[in-house]
Every structure is written in C-alpha cells, then in structure tokens.
C-alpha cells in the first residue's frame, strides 16, 4: 500500500463518519476488544468494505472501524489489526495508522497481547510501553520517501513521556497495577525458543509480541504521538515448563479485559488535551519533537500490582 492508497480510504471514511473529527485513534487489540460496545454514537465500518483495507484473520481480532465518543473523546476504533505474519507488506498493516493520521487523529494509542519475558513480571499485569525493540527485520518507512512523512523519523520518545505520565495518573486514581517496560517486536508467528527469549532479554526487553512496531514507527512519521500498552497474556518460551498456546493469550485477555478497558477510559480524556504533533511533518515548530526534551525512558521502572490487575 501506499500514500494514494490512505487517501483513498480517507475520504471513503470521511464520508462515512457523519463529520467526527477523531483526536485519538486506537487500536483495540486483544484485551480492549470490548471497548467497542462502549462507543457512544458508533458509526461502524466493516474493514472489507474500504478500500485497499487490510482484513485480520487473527481469533479475537472483529476486523471493523468503529467511530464515535468514548469517555466524550472523539475516538477512532481499530477493532483489529494485521499483522506482518499474515504476510501483509508493513505498508499494508501501517494503513490504518496513516488513514487516522489524515482523519486528524493526532495520538495514537496501541494495545497489544504480549509474553512476559522480565522474571517479575506475571500474565495479567498491564505493561505500560516505555520504548521498542524492533527484531521484524522490516520498516514501513522503507522505500520511496512518503510525502508528509519524515524520512528519518526520530524515535528517541517513541512512546511520548507526557501521554505516558496520563496513563500512570489513570492508573494509580483506578488503582490499577502498572509495569513499565521495553517491548520487542517479532516477525511470529511462531513463538519465540527459549533461547531467542534469552537474547532478548539481554537486549533489554521486558515483553515480547508480534505488533505495535510497524504501526508506532509510521505514527512518529507522521507526527503523531505514541502511547502503548500490552496485556503480558503468558510467560515467555522457557519461563514455564508449560506449551505456549494461543488459547492461554485470548483467556487470560478475557480474564483482564474490563480491568484493561476502566484504564483506557479514565486515561483517554487527558490524551485527548495533551499537546499537538510531535517529531514529523505535521509537528509545528512551536511543539517540537518531544524526544530531544524528553531524554531516554528507564524501560524498567515498576509499580506493584493491585489485586485488581
């Protein structure tokens, strides 16, 4: 896919929304696919029906847009997403990221499902994302340079401090328990060897998964600014004596969902006020890329777990 492509799904959406102007895009991957129902005033929007969209075949994943107010934020809601492995060029999966970008979305929030790979760190804890690792030997930035895009897109603050600082606010006034860390990305969709884990730990991970990175590295492209959580669903290959299954991902995401969901709402009014672009072409000079201020994230920093997490 390509910029002619977002375009072109842009004003097919645009003509669907009946006028919403979403300030946040976000991903509901799995964990928040119940957000969806939570929409107030939802325009849905099956993927197959825009074009050049990519479909998700993965379980868990509804494959619709939906559009409308969540918590009073104009919000647009990727109920699903693609992935690398299903074989989609990073063009591809990174569409909708620049699609919401043009509907004027700026900030992102991402979820993902992800494997625990810090010994501390336990399935079921929320992992607010301090930075990435990107271990998928792709780029959505490859290729020809993008009109509107940065070509050598800064991500030092890929994760932005402030909107990260939001979320930990929202966290502690709901008492939820939040980690912080470093998430690599991996092609999959095999699960990783348990020596592959130990690599990556080395490299200063905390989780693992296979998304987010595509979708973060053309967001910050763009000037949109970035906010991440994961669901760490399993232990990482190695850490438990236990096959790693799918099925344990979607239950231990349905055991955590509504904890996942009462975050996202409570942290979603102050995304939406924070401050503009950052970092690309749609960044004024006035805002400035919020990594040269922000400095390097610890990517290791904890807060213990309520009974509620």
Avoid: K, Q
Avoid at 113 to 124: Q, R, Y
Avoid at 208 to 214: H, L
Avoid at 225 to 241: E, H, I, W
Avoid at 249 to 269: A, D, I, N, Q, Y
């Amino acid at each position: 896919m390509s910029v002619p492509d977002a375009a072109r799904a842009a004003d097919f959406l645009s003509g669907r929304l009946r006028g919403l102007g979403p300030r946040v895009a976000v991903v509901l991957g799995s964990g928040l696919g119940g957000l969806a129902d939570r929409v107030e005033d939802a325009v849905r929007v099956p993927y197959a029906e825009i074009p050049g969209w990519p479909a998700s075949a993965v379980e868990g994943h509804a494959g619709e847009i939906v559009a409308g107010r969540l918590g009073g934020v104009p919000v647009l809601g990727l109920a699903g997403r693609a992935h690398l492995y299903e074989g989609h060029a990073p063009d591809v999966v990174v569409l909708p990221v620049r699609v919401a970008a043009r509907l004027g979305a700026r900030t992102l929030l991402v979820s993902n499902a992800a494997g625990a790979v810090n010994p501390l760190f336990e399935p079921g804890d929320l992992m607010l994302i301090s930075d990435h690792v990107n271990l998928m030997g792709r780029s959505p930035l490859a290729g020809p340079p993008r009109d509107g895009e940065a070509r050598w897109a800064d991500m030092a603050g890929a994760y932005d401090p402030e909107l990260r600082g939001a979320v930990r606010e929202a966290a502690a006034a709901e008492g939820i328990g939040l980690r912080e860390g470093v998430y690599a990305g991996m092609l999959g969709p095999s699960y990783e060897t348990p020596a592959e884990i130990a690599m990556i730990r080395r490299l200063g991970a905390d989780a693992v998964g296979m998304s987010t990175v595509p979708e973060v590295v053309a967001a910050r492209a763009l000037g949109v600014r970035c906010v991440g959580v994961s669901c760490l669903t399993n232990y990482a290959a190695g850490a438990s004596p236990e096959p790693l299954r799918h099925e344990e991902v979607l239950e231990t995401t349905r055991r955590v969902g509504e904890t996942f969901e009462r975050l996202v709402l409570r942290s979603l009014p102050a995304l939406a006020s924070a401050g503009g672009p950052t970092g690309g072409p749609a960044a004024s000079a006035a805002d400035g890329p919020a990594s040269n201020e922000a400095g390097p994230s610890s990517g290791r920093t904890s807060v213990e777990p309520s009974e509620e997490a």
